[in-house]
């Protein structure tokens, strides 16, 4: 109706000036600057930049600084030891599996987005669901599966040799290797490339395409001479997310790492902190600032492919082509049930029935029983405990950074060229080029002694998960603030609504589906967190992620997989819950295109 007025208003002529009425008095003359909304999103962003900063520079003063003075002795602490090995074997790890991932995540995208072997909404679906078991329950998973001596796969493969008269003590597979982690690794990775590439394809013009195949170009000429070139912008971004994620994991190589005999620069860096007393501060800010470079190295990369291939064609509203594979199609089709058995049915599988089974060991099906558990939700205070932190932390967490975010999108996009705005989102979007790892390592510094006193409390745990998802949350807003445009919100303000108003009943209603499932995503990652709580958890702030790494080193195996089941069943519901809302109101509400369209025409 706003719109329509406008619109009308602009076809009877020209606009008549409107003149301000008088004000008297200087608190009236002040007023207009103390829009409300306003100091609170500067007070909101002073304040998460203060919380991203501050850390950061609590450490470089601890790298510079010894006993008060300027000195350069804590920098030969952190660099005395020897990194080489540990270095080389992380970037083995970490390149190898970014770089399969990267095939896969792609092969996976392009099947489902340019090919007629997709299953339709499922195959949108199918790929991310690994995105609904955390990273440290399907690294349990791979292990109780593929360990060499007790693994069940393991275990029935090798009841079929000896049927055959092949006598095998261990094996066949091997978790504890190096094609272990890094499949592990890869598997965790591919659901990010699968969506940035997925999104890299629906929007390249498919003219580009057909004129290829037009002009006598097959296949796979098509698609190495024009669509990876267009894509290229998608490719790099998934390929610096396969390299931030990688660098910053935790809970795969805690999990199997030390039994393949495989140093990794996480695993190491939290060994310093939590298992050395007095902690070796020094020395994991040496391993940290390692991880830092490789990061930052990975975001100047996918900076350099941005700015080559701004030459691609683009378009959101033509439809996309679909090409046919004949004979190729089932093959297409099975390799993506087969990821999704492999990465995500096949460790939920090994987890129930271990919980089930009461130990990791000989299946005995007519003795499967539930103790484990009953003992998770019943009888053990500290897993019940543990559970209660991470939903609440998940909750609150989700909810202030997606609702800080949205705040800050908007009025940053209100006050375009202003230097200071600028500076802060920055700061505040630092901490997504550091390792989680260092965020933590800053807060321990700056938070755990006087005058804060935060130390193993859920404060700390609740300001480091917002400082290290926010960055995320801001990825998600900023889409949804740029679909949404600054029409919408000139015209309510010509029409004499404040920014408050304009932001509760027109910007936030229009960005609620994406706000709300940039919330999911973050619950479920925070449910699982094992970056951030291995240094800042403990006993009086236990949280599920961390007791499921106690239960696998005390050989605790039932309690364990029982712990991880209810974890995926917990974060599957949610999502489900989260996205099936979204979708129907999606399906009740004014599509955003419709909207957006309004307001162009105003």
Known sequence: MLVDAMHRTSQAGPPIPLTPAPVRGSWSRLAPRLNFFEVCSVSIMAMLAFLAVYPLGRIVVRLFYDDGRLSLT????????????????????????ATLALLIGSLLAWINERTDASFGAASEVLPLIPFLMPPIAAAVGWVLLFSPGAGLVNVVVRSILDSVGLHLARGPFDVYSWYGLILA?????????????????????????????????????????????????????????????????????SVIAP?????????KLVTYLRNDY????????????????????????????????????????????????????????????GYVFISSILPALGLTLVALNGYWGRMQWSKLRLDA?????????????SIINSFGLGLFVGVIAVGAAAVLTLYIQRSSGKVLPKIADGLIRL???????????????????????????????????????????????????????????DASAISGAKMGRTFRRIQLPLMAPALVSAWALMYV?????????????????????????EALNNGSYAILAALSVMLTVISMVVLVTVFGGVRWLTRRGVPLSATNQGANRA
């Open 525 to 549: 990652r925070i449910m699982g967190e094992l970056t951030v709580s291995p240094i800042l958890s403990g006993t009086r702030n236990p949280v599920i992620g961390f007791n499921i790494l």
């Open 373 to 385: 558990f009953r003992e998770v939700i019943f009888n053990n205070e500290r897993m019940q405990q």
């Open 185 to 253: 690794y890869t598997v965790f990775q591919v659901p990010y490339v699968f969506l940035v590439v997925s999104a890299g394809l629906r929007n390249i013009d498919p003219s580009l395409e057909h004129q290829s195949r037009v002009c006598g170009a097959g296949l796979f000429r098509t698609t190495f001479k024009v669509t990876l070139p267009a894509v290229a912008p998608s490719l790099g971004a998934a390929a610096m997310l396969a390299v931030w994620f990688g660098f910053a994991l935790f809970s795969i190589p």
């Open 278 to 337: 007095p902690p070796q501060l020094e020395k994991a800010l040496g391993l940290g600032l390692i991880i830092v470079v490789f990061v930052g190295g990975a975001w100047l990369w996918q900076g350099r492919i941005l700015r080559a291939g701004r030459h691609a064609t683009i378009s959101g509203g033509q439809g996309t082509s679909k090409t046919k594979l004949g004979r190729l199609r089932w093959p297409a089709r099975l390799l993506f049930l």
């Open 74 to 97: 804590p920098v030969g602490r952190a660099f005395e030891q020897p990194l080489l090995g540990v270095t080389v074997s992380t970037v083995i790890v970490v390149g190898t599996s």
């Open 431 to 489: 901490p997504a080029v550091i390792s989680g790892f260092i965020i933590a390592l800053g807060f321990v510094i700056a938070f755990s002694g006087p005058p804060f006193n935060l130390q193993t409390t859920l404060t700390i745990l609740l300001l480091a998960y917002i400082v290290v998802y926010l960055p995320q949350a801001l990825v998600a807003t900023d889409a949804a603030a740029s679909q949404i445009g600054r029409d919408l919100a």
């Open 259 to 267: 039994n393949a005999g495989i140093d990794v620069l996480s695993l």
